[in-house]
Nanobody
Framework: QVQLVESGGGLVEAGGSLRLSCTAS?????IAWFRQAPGKDREFVTA?????????YYSNSVKGRFTLTRDPNKRTIYLDMSNLKPDDTAVYYCAADRRSDSGAYYYSVAPYTYWGQGTQVTVSS
């Protein structure tokens, strides 16, 4: 069992920045951020596979504005969000899985066994 603890959400004006963090209690292979706005499905934001910078992926909606960084020694990933827009308002969830094949479908909720409790990000216009 792996527990994921998120922190860093809050309220920010459009154009502002926030940093989220997610710490895993044990080993993970794929670790990611998803988000869910009211009335919408949970959607992929970014993922890193096997803690490799070379295998980090972003959704088109956040590419160029969001950056995922990792600290394997602390089992922690960070999501630096800049130039935030009201459309970024959502609950952000950290997700992870231990299986090596979880990286093949990193953009889908299906492979992820472990989920954090979520942290609210609100961007005002």
């Amino acid at each position: 069992q792996v527990q994921l603890v998120e922190s860093g959400g809050g309220l920010v004006e459009a154009g502002g920045s926030l940093r989220l963090s997610c710490t895993a209690s044990g080993h993970t292979y794929t670790i990611a951020w998803f988000r869910q706005a009211p009335g919408k499905d949970r959607e992929f934001v970014t993922a890193t596979i096997n803690w490799s910078g070379a295998r980090t992926y972003y959704s088109n909606s956040v590419k160029g504005r969001f950056t995922l960084t990792r600290d394997p020694n602390k089992r922690t990933i960070y999501l630096d969000m800049s130039n935030l827009k009201p459309d970024d308002t959502a609950v952000y969830y950290c997700a992870a899985d231990r299986r090596s094949d979880s990286g093949a479908y990193y953009y889908s909720v299906a492979p992820y066994t472990y989920w954090g409790q979520g942290t609210q990000v609100t961007v005002s216009s």
